[in-house]
Nanobody, 115 residues
Framework: QVQLVESGGGLVQPGGSLRLSCVAS????????MGWYRQAPGKQRELVAS???????NYGHSVEGRFTISRDNTKNTVYLQMNSLKPEDTAVYYC?????????WGQGTQVTVSS
């Protein structure tokens, strides 16, 4: 069982920045891949960024160049640095851990980009 707790969401103006955090209840070395997804009202959940344990990061097209995923293994934490935020980035952001055969999800954190 893996528990994930996200934090760092909030209200930010267009062009602003936020950093999301996701703390895992287990050593993240035991997790095959960590990732961030988001879901806006009326839309499907979509990939924002993913980081396999030993591979390269992967970003959704709409956030490439603006968002950065990173990890701190000593804190069992994955981060999502979001810069140059746009109103269309408004969504609930979820952390996901893939440890086969299961996927684990956090409860989500709301990000609202508005002036």
């Amino acid at each position: 069982q893996v528990q994930l707790v996200e934090s760092g969401g909030g209200l930010v103006q267009p062009g602003g920045s936020l950093r999301l955090s996701c703390v895992a209840s287990v050593n993240i070395f035991s997790i095959d891949a960590m990732g961030w997804y988001r879901q806006a009202p009326g839309k499907q959940r979509e990939l924002v960024a993913s980081m396999p344990r030993g591979g390269s990061t992967n970003y959704g097209h709409s956030v490439e160049g603006r968002f950065t995923i990173s990890r701190d293994n000593t804190k069992n934490t994955v981060y999502l640095q979001m810069n140059s935020l746009k109103p269309e980035d408004t969504a609930v952001y979820y952390c996901k851990a893939n440890r086969p055969p299961y996927d684990y999800w956090g409860q989500g954190t709301q990000v609202t980009v508005s002036s």
